[in-house]
């Protein structure tokens, strides 16, 4: 995994379960390092070679996982209060660095 460089973001490894008829991927469990509570989920599709942004959030905790393909991730900071104001972290998020 990739090593996070802004201050409150957390990459965590998801649990696999295999299974020949399909593997079991834990999303997120209570016990989670970044567990705050459960809002909402939703899923979201990307077009292979398209670009799509989120809104910006001020207060709310995004849970981020890819089941299938993979997909770049760029985050920056722009909180004048934090540490890491003015930092970038990319990472690629896919199936194949969920294994802890």
């Not at 920056?76 to 690629?92: I, Y």
Request: glycine share 8%.
């Amino acid at each position: 995994m990739d090593k996070v460089n802004i201050d409150g973001v957390i990459l965590t490894p998801l649990d696999i379960v295999n299974n020949p008829k399909g593997d079991i991927l834990f999303g997120m469990k209570k016990s989670d390092l970044g567990f705050i509570k459960f809002g909402e989920a939703y899923f979201s599709t990307i077009k292979h070679g398209q670009t799509k942004g989120w809104n910006k959030h001020t207060r709310l905790t995004m849970n981020l996982i890819v089941p299938y393909g993979e997909v770049a991730f760029v985050i920056f900071d722009d909180r004048a209060s934090s540490q890491t104001n003015n930092s970038f972290f990319k990472t690629t998020i896919s199936f194949n660095n969920y294994i802890v």
